[in-house]
């Protein structure tokens, strides 16, 4: 069960309501910025992870200015998009509120509060466009961070995200031409662990690294367990199925 830690009580609690009936995410952003990307890239982990655990999902946003740049950003970045608060009614009987939002905002109304550490940009003068030339690469870059730790980013961790994720697609590419094998339980076991203690997504890609180059490990299994993962992770890692290069 996926449990995560509540800003309110610094407590973590169930993200899934008791009566497993359906869970609100509320995402409340700012405007145009790494740290709002960030916020709603935690809550797109978050519906996804409630999504593999049978939850339903309701979810919305809340974004004062820049809104329709910042939902074309998070597009870019492979994060599903959210209704805008404004046009929601209330009252629909949820079972649990979770609210995901920047550590430095007031928590909002009743409910569970999962709070996002700033990211921010040291390479000098870039701008989030220009951040998104490689979405990829950005993502998996801000999910190597813990969340409850700032996000620094910079060109050498962007290079660094973006030559792990190539490997990955290449090694994909490659273990898809063996026999397919089950995700090993022990390996689905470590993957689930991780990413149901507080959404740890550095703990989920460690296992992904171990996977990659255990060597008692059968491709297809590598194969299977990358593609589970990424059902989580949305870095598009079987996008290189079927290129001959």
Known sequence: MLR?????????????????????VEVHA??????????????????????LGG????TMLTAPREQAELGTAAAALSIRPFEDS???ASGLGEAQVVHVRAATEEP???GVVVAVAPAGWDGGGEDVPGLLA???ALRLALLSVPRGEPAALDAAALEEAARTAAEWR???????????RPVPDEVRSRLRAAWDDDLDLPGVLAVLRDVAYA??????ARFETFLYADRLLALDLAGELGNPG
């Open 55 to 58: 939850t339903p999902v309701w």
């Open 215 to 220: 060597p008692d490990l059968p491709d297809g």
């Open 170 to 180: 290449t090694g994909v590419a490659r273990w898809a031409n063996q026999p397919s």
């Open 134 to 136: 490689d979405p990829g």
């Open 4 to 24: 995560i830690l509540d800003a309110r009580t610094g407590e973590p609690v169930p993200a899934t309501p008791a009566r497993r009936g359906l869970t609100r």
């Open 108 to 110: 909002p109304g009743a």
């Open 86 to 88: 404004r046009d929601v």
């Open 30 to 51: 700012g405007g145009l910025d790494l740290t709002a990307l960030r916020v709603l890239l935690t809550a797109d982990l978050l519906v996804r992870a409630l999504e």
